[in-house]
């Protein structure tokens, strides 16, 4: 496990493997406390960096990812809610937040900031971090993340087509898929035949 006191260098960027990193986290479906390791081991793990506690635009994204928790754990995926805040703030919001009653997936804290600093999103005026979401493979190597700023929420339902679009590829090497893919859709096969022709294969 690579030590936090390592955490300050270089970014972690796409196809890049991320660190082991234990961070003090909340367990809403039990209301405990205790600590997390990630990306979790043999599993799809997706990091949702939110910028605060108690804010505006936080809790109904949480709501909205609390709504797809259940797809996501039949996909096999381990979703974690992550910000700056500790887990004492995150106890008081979500006993305070009547939106975020059925968010039941955990929420690390990382207080310090030194994780985020990692994936390239920690705001170093205010000890914030951007709105960011982070798809990790099994094998631990980041394949996806959407950076946004402070006052645009994101969509859990595109985080499931991105997870079964990157399950789908995974499980099938070769094969590309298209714009929107959805399971049951037509692939691409990447090739010198298909060049210019993508269209009409997709309308065959």
Known sequence: MEELAGMQEGII???RSLPEIVLP???PADRSEGQITLPQSGKWTVLVYYPADFTFVCPTELADYARYH???AGLGV???GISTDTVFTHKAWLDAEKMLAEVKFPLAADHTGRLARRLGIYN???GTALRGTFVIDPEG???AQEITWYDVGRSAAELVRQIEAFQFVAANPGVACPAGWKPGQKVLRPGLELVGRVGEELAA
């Open 141 to 143: 190597v980041l394949r």
């Open 78 to 80: 381990a979703l974690i």
């Open 13 to 15: 960027t796409l196809g």
């Open 124 to 126: 170093e005026e205010d």
């Open 70 to 72: 259940e797809k996501l």
């Open 25 to 27: 986290a909340y367990f």
